[in-house]
């Protein structure tokens, strides 16, 4: 019976419902399975084999018989000790070996074996079983031999559960899949792909376990919110906004359009270009003046009207705010020494710092000394004894002063004084009055009147200045060096070693300090504090009111030829070619800034932006930034001789020299800045 049953088996049924078992057999479920080695060549011999009565092992059921003595058990695997945690259920490797330095573990398209380790130790050798059999209800989930070049296509049964129990939650709908080969997976299984079941996190709805909400179905598109900004009165929105910053309005742009509306409104822009007034963020509204149209006003025409001195400020939210901030924003960004690209950024390849245009006047005929510059005119002195004013705008010369014997040393005048009402003579018909104050190597000083038109009849803005002398001071037995105007004085300073002060109201000699054993190059003047550079190489601070010695500051090791003194800060330059800050109420050196190669002739410092600009002998200008102590920026071959003195404001620097010229930096090109002071 068992003979024919296997004839007909091996007759009626094809070659895949037999097919012949050649390796061993394996499962991760741990179920042994009964192999056998190759079949017997022929059916002959089967057929020899059952007619002598062999002992035969059924294998699959009834699919096959094989002879018992032929057939290998595999052993069974290694039982997992619960109560004392001894192995570890599952782990995965490439290879089927922990032990060997193979790459971290994937669920790529071959799909990984499946090994049983001892849980203390990881790299112990893995049991790796792998078969090749057809599929059957029993072995559908395959796991690849480690050793094949290609592995099977078929996912194992780990991330097929996985799947099966991520799709099954509604939690995870909508989120991403498991990722095949994912760094985030096997981060979170530890780094190794080591699964520590006994400290995994608590359930939180991602293994398709029920929570309570699971049913809940929230629509996460449904407004939750109030749009405060939107619902609450425009005036109170804007000044809510007033107190954000520059970036905090930029990101408010973008929120919305109401939003963008009122962060963009003139207002807003009008509160941060104020919260930058620290920094020396300041505007003269004064330039930018309207006639006032009164009743009598409104009928005159129009070339009337223009000819009318009656004028009004404009109101502050007149002003167009945002292209006021992001033009001063970036002019400062125009005297950094960092790449500039221009408003589109176009060619961030090749930027280089701004260059500022480069404007130079001639028309002293001799080594011109000293100068000064408001917001439309420049005024020098030269050693050919003459005073000239120069428009700042076209860089014409609009007039010529002959008032000193000799060389026009050091001067100083009242800026933007033809900008000030108060200063309008009563019947001038326009004429503005204002004041200058010169000294000379002819040891006097000359107090002169200037008074200013800012009549626009020829076309142009440049106004006609006009100045008469009001008087000559006689007191110095030398060279009149260095010059200062205060509310009530007139200070001067000279080689006979003595700074004097004069009333200015009655041009009569008030006090006179003396204690240098050189000439005084440079004087600088803070409320009732005087300091005095000398070339003995020490600095001096004086009590203007009672006349007493503060400090003597030992300043440089040889002498002194120009000072800044602004606030609590002195900045004295000397023949050492170094510059140093010093602080006036303790008397230290707080910094030394070195640079220069020859003397430091002339010093400019602005203590809201922090820089200081100096001119030497070497004929370089240098931008420092004086909390640092570093140059920003460098000048070379503007001129060539000497610096004398140099003068500078947000928008441009200003430079005389030995050379006879005038040379002015200009910032501001492209940009309207009328307003900046």
């Not at 038109?453 to 020829?458: E, I, Q, S, V």
């Not at 300090?513 to 003047?525: E, K, L, M, T, W």
Request: one cysteine or more.
């Amino acid at each position: 019976m068992l003979r024919s049953m296997v004839l007909n088996s091996i007759i009626d049924d094809d070659a895949e419902s037999a097919p012949p078992f050649s390796r061993l057999l394996s499962s991760f479920l741990g179920s042994p399975f009964i192999t056998t080695s190759d079949l017997p060549p022929s059916d002959l011999s089967l057929i020899r084999r059952l007619d002598a009565g062999a002992d035969l092992e059924a294998v699959d059921g009834a699919f096959a018989a094989v002879p018992r003595a032929e057939t290998v058990t595999r052993p069974a695997s290694p039982t997992p000790s619960f109560a004392t945690d001894t192995y570890s259920l599952i782990n995965w490797t490439e290879k089927g070996d922990w032990a060997s330095a193979q790459p971290r573990p994937s669920l790529s398209d071959s799909a990984p074996s499946c090994s049983l380790l001892p849980s203390g130790s990881r790299r112990s050798a893995s049991y790796t079983y792998s078969y090749a059999s057809p599929s059957t209800p029993f072995n559908s989930f395959r796991i690849s031999n480690s050793s094949s070049p290609k592995g099977s296509r078929n996912f194992n049964l780990l991330p097929r559960l996985w799947e099966a129990l991520r799709d099954s939650s509604p939690a995870r709908k909508g989120k991403r899949r498991f990722d095949i080969a994912s760094d985030d997976l096997w981060t979170e299984f530890g780094g190794n792909g080591y699964i520590d079941y006994a400290n995994l996190p608590p359930l939180d709805g991602e293994e398709g376990e029920l929570i309570d909400d699971e049913a809940c179905f929230i629509d996460v598109r449904a407004v939750t919110g109030l749009d405060i900004i939107a619902n609450i009165p425009d005036e109170l929105a804007l000044h809510l906004l007033s107190f954000l910053d520059l970036p905090d309005i930029v990101a408010c742009l973008r929120v919305s359009r109401t939003w963008g509306r009122l962060a963009s409104d003139n207002a807003v822009w009008r509160s941060l270009f104020a919260r930058k007034r620290g920094s020396g963020w300041l505007l003269d509204l004064r330039r930018l003046r309207y006639p006032a149209l009164s009743a009598s006003a409104a009928i005159l025409p129009p070339q009337d009207l223009s000819r009318s001195r009656t004028f009004e400020l404009p109101a502050p939210l007149e002003l167009d705010w945002y292209n006021l901030y992001k033009s001063r924003a970036e002019l400062d960004h125009r005297w950094s020494a960092s790449p500039f690209t221009g408003r589109n950024g176009e060619d961030k390849e090749n930027a280089k710092a701004w260059e500022p245009r480069i404007r130079r006047m001639l028309g002293h005929t001799d080594s011109v000394y000293c100068l000064e510059f408001d917001s439309s005119r420049i005024i020098t002195g030269s050693r050919d004894r003459t005073i000239k004013v120069w428009s700042l705008k076209t860089g014409r010369c609009l007039a010529t002063f002959i008032g000193h014997g000799g060389s026009v040393l050091c001067l100083k005048f009242e800026h933007d004084f033809d900008l000030d009402d108060t200063n309008a003579l009563p019947e001038g018909q326009g004429w503005k009055k204002g004041m200058m104050v010169s000294g000379s190597s002819d040891c006097t000083v000359v107090v002169w009147n200037l008074y200013s038109y800012p009549a626009t009849d020829d076309g142009d803005d440049e106004f006609t200045t006009v100045a008469e002398v009001r008087g000559i001071l006689r007191g110095h037995t030398g060279g009149v060096l260095d010059l200062r105007i205060e509310n009530n004085w007139i200070i001067s300073c000279g080689k006979d070693a003595a700074v004097l002060v004069w009333d200015r109201s009655t041009l009569t000699l008030h006090r006179a300090f003396r204690g240098h054993d050189g000439p005084v190059n440079a004087v600088g003047v803070q409320g009732n504090r005087l300091a005095s550079a000398s070339g003995d190489g020490k600095m001096i601070l004086w009590d203007m009111s009672t006349g007493e010695r503060l400090r003597t500051f030992d300043a440089h090791d040889r002498g002194l030829a120009c000072i800044e003194f602004k606030g609590d800060l002195i900045v004295s330059g000397s023949n050492d070619c170094k510059i140093k800050v010093w602080s006036a109420s303790t008397g230290e050196c707080l910094r030394t800034l070195t640079g220069h190669d020859m003397l430091v002739r002339t010093l400019s410092y602005d203590p809201f932006s922090g820089r200081l600009v100096s001119g030497s002998y070497d004929r370089s200008i240098k931008v420092w930034d004086v909390q640092t102590g570093k140059v920003v920026r460098e000048f070379r071959g503007l001129h060539y001789s000497h610096i004398f003195d140099i003068k500078f404001n947000c928008c441009r620097i200003v430079s005389v020299s030995h050379d006879q010229q005038i040379v002015v930096l200009d910032f501001t090109d492209g940009l309207d800045t009328s307003l900046f002071i």
